[in-house]
C-alpha cells in the first residue's frame, strides 16, 4: 500500500511545480491520429499502455492482499484508472490554462486508493481528532 501511495504521491509532486500546463503524453497525441501511423507504432503504444497496466495491478494486488479493499474492485481497472485520471488531467489542465490541476486530481486520485482500502472505523477515528 505505502509503494502505492508513494507512486501517485510522486506524480502529485512532480505536476504540483508546474507554473505552465504539462503538454501532454505524445502517446496520447499519437492515439488520436491512430489512423495515420504503422501497426508497429500501435503495437508500442499498446504495449506501454499495457506495461503500465501490469505495474499498477501489481502494486495493488499486493496492497489487496494485506488491506482487503472496503468494496469489490477489479484490480487491472483501477490500475487503468491512474492512466485515465493523468491523461485527463493533462487535457484539462491544458483546457483552462491550469496548470495545478494536474497535480489536484492525482491528490484526488490518491485519497480514493487511501479510502478504498482503509478501515472505516480508524477513518472515523481519524476525522475525529
Not at 505536476?15 to 500501435?42: H, M, N, R, V
Amino acid at each position: 500500500m505505502q509503494q502505492l501511495l508513494i507512486f501517485i504521491g510522486l506524480f502529485e509532486e512532480m505536476f504540483e511545480g508546474l507554473t505552465e500546463p504539462y503538454p501532454g503524453c505524445l502517446f496520447a497525441s499519437y492515439i488520436y491520429e491512430l489512423q495515420q501511423f504503422d501497426s508497429a507504432t500501435k503495437k508500442m503504444i499498446a504495449d506501454s499502455f499495457t506495461r503500465w497496466r501490469t505495474l499498477l495491478k501489481e502494486k495493488i494486488d499486493a496492497a489487496v492482499k494485506q488491506y482487503p479493499p472496503r468494496i469489490a474492485v477489479d484490480t487491472a481497472s483501477l490500475a487503468d484508472a491512474f492512466t485515465v485520471v493523468l491523461e485527463g488531467a493533462f487535457i484539462t489542465a491544458k483546457a483552462v490554462d491550469e496548470p495545478k490541476v494536474i497535480a489536484k486530481q492525482l491528490h484526488h486520485f490518491k485519497n480514493y486508493i487511501e479510502l478504498l482500502f482503509s478501515d472505516p472505523a480508524a477513518t472515523a477515528r481519524k476525522a475525529r481528532a
